[in-house]
């Protein structure tokens, strides 16, 4: 094949990918969730933390770990949940924490009542560097509305969750226990995420199957610890640890 008839072939599937990505997306947002607690005697009631999103069989919700509240204020009735878009306003539905991964930044929840619209997993053979992805979820938060945003992404690298500083007194006392655990791989993306879009699916454009999970604070803490200024870069947690959360 000449040159140019690969660069029509490129051209081809970049318009392809570009004309499915509206209808992925438009399937994807139902099953995109706020994750938050509520208490009555508070104002706000409902207070954001950070995106999740739906599994298995419609009552399973996957989110980062570090979105999770440590404990609940028990004597104030407040409670764990998600939250859901509903018109103009929201909806909260109380979740139950039933798997906890502190390693990987992963948090497993359970919902009552009606199942909502459930995204399917990839594996982790789906992901290649160069990768075309998106994700969506709650950048700004409640801060405008719950309003799904939708953000492209390039994978731009499968590395190591974190490497050694090169100045030990850049290390924290929580890059020094990732350093004594097992190491595993985490995704690089050329992609704009904020600390609400933490818990956010990664997926694939055309198909919508998810490939990881977006972290905006934890990750980023161990990768960046020895740059002083922002990198806009965005990380992302591997699939195949979110269907080992499901399957303890």
Known sequence: MTLAALAG???????????????????VKPSIVGIGTQMQTRSPAIVFSGTGFVVGDGLSVITNAHVVPNELDGAKLEKLGIVVPEGAGVRFRA????GLDRQHDLAHLRIEGTPLPALRLGNAS????GQALAFTGFPLGMVLGLYPATHRALLAAITPVMQPSLNARKLDARAVVQLQRSPFSIYQLDGTAYPGNSGSPLYDPETGQVLGVINMVFVKGLKETA????SGITYAIPVRHVQELLER
């Open 126 to 129: 789906m992901a290649a560097e």
């Open 95 to 98: 979740a139950q924490l039933v």
């Open 227 to 230: 740059i002083t200024a922002p």
């Open 9 to 27: 072939s490129g051209m081809a599937m970049a318009r392809a990918v570009a004309a499915t990505l509206p209808q992925t997306v438009a399937a």
